[in-house]
């Protein structure tokens, strides 16, 4: 994507253990935020999301956490399992683009061993 | 559970040879988005179809990239001629309403282009 990256490239946990992913974006105009998760071989699915105007937000296992302050963005998984082994991207809505365009990251590869 | 459509699921071509990608999208949904994704990179938007009609393709390569919607249903992308540069993976993703930002995109499997 053009403004959203991401700080590390790979991160491997133990199983049962916590995951913490990072996204960092620049643009003040960003309003919605997405993380996916792909699987080798197939397209991303969604995982959670949050708008601009919160800072926490739960899901199943998982929690977006959003500081507008630092233009950051982190995905938490509880409970690491080997199924959540995947590539997590994070995307943007850039307030002002085309309705509904994402600007995805780069992508981050988490592998879980037990 | 309704999915998106993807075929072929590989494809090997030569350069300067034509190729051409399918993407049937989950049934009822209004809109269509083509995104490309290079090996180690996040997908990136190429162009966002709302029924048969284009509503953002800035980013496509428009001299040897078209792509075409005509029943507002399934779509076509389309490489002629191919380059080197265009090895990746092909993604179809739609949505159920009008390309709204809080309307989740879902993926197809992809298609995944090797040009020699």
């Known amino acids: 994507g053009e403004s959203v990256g991401l700080h590390l490239p790979t991160l491997s946990v133990q199983e049962g253990d916590n995951s913490i992913i990072n996204c960092a974006y620049s643009?003040?105009?960003?309003?919605?935020f997405i993380w996916y998760k792909q699987e080798s071989g197939k397209g991303p699915q969604f995982i959670i999301d949050?708008?601009?105007?919160?800072d926490k937000r739960q899901g199943q296992r998982v929690t977006v956490l959003l500081n507008k302050t630092v233009k950051h963005l982190s995905l938490q998984i509880a409970a690491t399992q080997p199924g959540d082994s995947a590539v997590y991207f994070c995307?943007?809505?850039?307030?002002?683009?085309?309705?509904?365009?994402?600007?995805f990251g780069r992508g981050t590869q988490l592998t879980v061993w037990p | 559970e309704a999915e998106v459509a993807q075929s072929p699921r590989y494809k090997i071509t030569e350069k300067s040879q034509a190729v051409a990608f399918w993407c049937d999208p989950i049934?009822?949904?209004?809109?269509l988005y083509w995104y490309r994704q290079i090996l180690g990179q996040g997908p990136e938007l190429l162009v966002q179809?709302?029924?048969?009609?284009?509503?953002?393709d800035s980013q496509l390569p428009k001299d040897r990239f078209s792509a075409e919607r005509l029943k507002g249903v399934d779509s076509t992308l389309k490489i002629q001629p191919a380059e080197l540069g265009d090895s990746a993976m092909y993604l179809c993703?739609?949505?159920?309403?009008?390309?709204?930002?809080?309307?989740?995109?879902?993926f197809g499997p992809g298609t995944r282009l090797t040009v020699l």
């Open positions: 993703a739609s949505t159920p309403g009008q390309g709204r930002v809080k309307d989740t995109q879902y």
């Open positions: 643009n003040s105009a960003s309003d919605y």
């Open positions: 949050i708008r601009s105007n919160m």
């Open positions: 995307a943007e809505n850039i307030r002002g683009s085309t309705l509904g365009r994402l600007y």
């Open positions: 049934s009822g949904h209004a809109t």
């Open positions: 179809f709302q029924d048969e009609s284009v509503v953002d």
